[in-house]
């Protein structure tokens, strides 16, 4: 079997706050704007925003599902970090520095830098 992971979803109450948070986060517009579905492309990777309430589903919120999201450096991990409520502090976990915060929409979301010694 070939699997590849192309795409995920974060549920958001909020469409609108939901996509200014990830726009703001990663620095770009989002690509497919919907009041429904929207989607981020990162690189060919689809991260989309699902308004779950909107479809008429259920939600729990929690942090079993974890996107990881990477960038180049520390600084930028930090700079990134810098005014969300952090959920896992900053630490050295193996070749990375490793954090997690959440969105607005109360969704957990790793960040990541490769770590290098200086």
């Known amino acids: ?3 590849t992971v192309k ?6 109450r909020d469409m609108e706050r ?3 948070f990830y726009e703001a986060f990663l620095e770009q517009p989002v690509t497919e704007k919907d009041e429904l579905y929207s989607v981020f492309d990162i690189h060919g990777f689809r991260l989309g925003l699902f308004a779950y309430e909107k479809a008429g589903e259920k939600h729990i919120f929690g942090s079993n599902c974890l996107p990881s999201l990477e960038v ?5 991990l930090k700079n990134k ?3 969300l409520k952090i ?3 900053l630490k050295q976990i193996g070749q990375n520095w490793v954090s997690e915060f959440e969105d607005s ?3 957990h979301i790793e960040l990541t830098a490769p ?3 200086e």
């Open 1 to 3: 079997m070939n699997c």
């Open 7 to 12: 795409s995920l979803y974060l549920c958001v």
């Open 18 to 20: 939901a996509i200014r």
């Open 72 to 76: 180049d450096s520390l600084d930028i």
């Open 81 to 83: 970090l810098s005014g």
């Open 87 to 89: 959920v896992f502090p």
């Open 105 to 107: 929409e109360g969704n």
């Open 115 to 117: 770590y290098r010694k």
